[in-house]
């Protein structure tokens, strides 16, 4: 990978700044979650097994959307949910970057089958008042991966039940900053019902 164009280098370098934040802020554990940004005829995606607070410009992964990952100098896996992000950025031309959280007051918020009011939220104003949710799919299926991609082609921010988040943006910033207001919304949403309750 010693080739890279500086460009190129800033934007994975960008990615791995935000895994680095999504780590801190509890979005994700050590080895959670996943990003990717488009770049060319494919994307260049976070690496499986590898602690993502870490992550060197040299840990990506290169896919291809017609033929699949591209084999790193240093032979590590792309992420397990590979196919989610190429079947998304297949389907979504405007979209550059993808960011997958587990996001844990969000998860909690809709398995008690509720869920945020993002026309209530003056940050919620990206989400244009939308929010997709998945049903509970196995990880790294192909079945999950269609399925995100059509609730993303719906609202560009989906629950995947009892799993997390996927938030599809311009840029991979614009998706951590949606990631956290989603979270930041699914923790007053449960604190308001809390307090329905004395």
Excluded at 101 to 127: D, R, W
Excluded at 173 to 184: G, I, Q, R, V, W
């Amino acid at each position: 990978m010693g080739n890279l164009g500086e460009d190129l280098k800033r934007l994975l370098s960008d990615v791995a700044e935000v895994m680095r934040l999504a780590y801190e802020k509890g979005l994700i554990n050590v080895l959670g979650g996943n990003a990717s940004v488009r770049w060319g005829n494919g994307f260049w995606i976070t690496p499986s097994q590898v602690p993502k607070y870490r992550l060197r410009v040299e840990d990506f992964i290169y896919v291809d959307l017609n033929e699949g990952p591209k084999p790193g100098s240093e032979s590590k896996e792309p992420s397990m949910e590979w196919r989610m992000h190429r079947e998304v950025y297949a389907a979504l031309s405007d979209v550059n970057a993808i960011l997958h959280t587990h996001n844990p007051y969000t998860i909690a918020l809709y398995s008690m089958g509720l869920s945020v009011k993002p026309t209530e939220f003056v940050e919620a104003f990206p989400f244009r008042g939308c929010v997709s949710v998945v049903p509970k799919l196995p990880a790294g299926s192909l079945e999950l991966a269609n399925a995100v991609t059509e609730a993303l082609v719906k609202c560009r921010v989906a629950v995947l039940l009892g799993h997390g988040v996927v938030v599809a943006a311009n840029n991979i910033f614009k998706a951590l900053d949606l990631a956290e207001s989603l979270e930041n919304m699914a923790r007053i949403e449960l604190l308001r019902n809390m307090m329905k309750r004395f």
